[in-house]
């Protein structure tokens, strides 16, 4: 009879490697999500144009940097007691209970030749002194209808004066509301 080794005895071998799986499934998951992320990660930078040490004050305003250059700031602000009007030539009351600068009509309309009226007034005390003399921001509050909107648009960009049509600001940019 041979020598037969018992079965009680024979002990399996453990099987010491490492198991990666989990890992590598880890990293699959991991490495797009990280790729992705880093591509809306924007490195934030500020333009400044300073002027060189070298320059005088004397060389005047075509000199000045950018920040220091005025700008016109025009908004005009639709609401339901009428319409105001701010800019950098006219700046608005601090108090709240200001009126208007065109009320509301006694219909519930608003009164656009007023508006542009006003608007051409500004343009012509703005002059070219302003680095925006052709942008006005029209601002509404959420329950202006939508045709009051378009019809200020239209009242900013032009006037009719006799039989002339002379343009006021032709880049009208909408606000979020008034506050």
């Known amino acids: 009879m041979a020598f037969r080794p018992s079965l009680r005895r024979h002990h399996k071998e453990v099987s010491t490697e490492l198991n990666l799986n989990p890992m590598l499934d880890m990293m699959t998951v991991l490495i797009?999500?990280?790729?992705?992320?880093?591509?809306?990660?924007?490195?934030g930078e500020l333009e400044l144009n300073l002027p060189s040490a070298a320059s005088g004050v004397a060389q005047g305003a075509a000199a000045l940097p950018?920040?220091?250059?005025?700008?016109?700031?025009?908004?005009?602000?639709?609401?339901?007691?009428?319409?105001?009007?701010?800019?950098?030539i006219s700046a608005p009351e601090a108090s709240p209970n200001r009126h208007p600068a065109i009320p509301i009509l006694a219909d519930g309309g608003y009164d656009f030749q007023v508006l542009s009226q006003l608007l051409y007034?500004?343009?012509?005390?703005?002059?070219?002194?302003?680095?925006?003399?052709?942008?006005?921001?029209?601002?509404?509050?959420?329950?202006?209808?939508?045709?009051?909107?378009?019809?200020?648009?239209?009242?900013?960009?032009?006037?009719?004066?006799?039989?002339?049509?002379?343009?006021?600001?032709?880049?009208?940019?909408?606000?979020?509301?008034?506050?």
């Open 32 to 43: 797009p999500l990280l790729l992705a992320n880093a591509q809306f990660a924007k490195v």
């Open 121 to 179: 007034e500004i343009k012509q005390k703005a002059g070219n002194n302003f680095a925006d003399p052709e942008a006005v921001v029209i601002q509404a509050e959420p329950k202006v209808r939508y045709q009051v909107l378009v019809s200020a648009m239209d009242a900013a960009r032009r006037i009719r004066i006799g039989e002339n049509i002379v343009s006021l600001f032709p880049n009208v940019s909408l606000s979020a509301g008034v506050l």
């Open 66 to 88: 950018k920040e220091t250059q005025r700008t016109l700031d025009l908004v005009v602000s639709i609401t339901d007691r009428g319409l105001y009007i701010s800019s950098a």
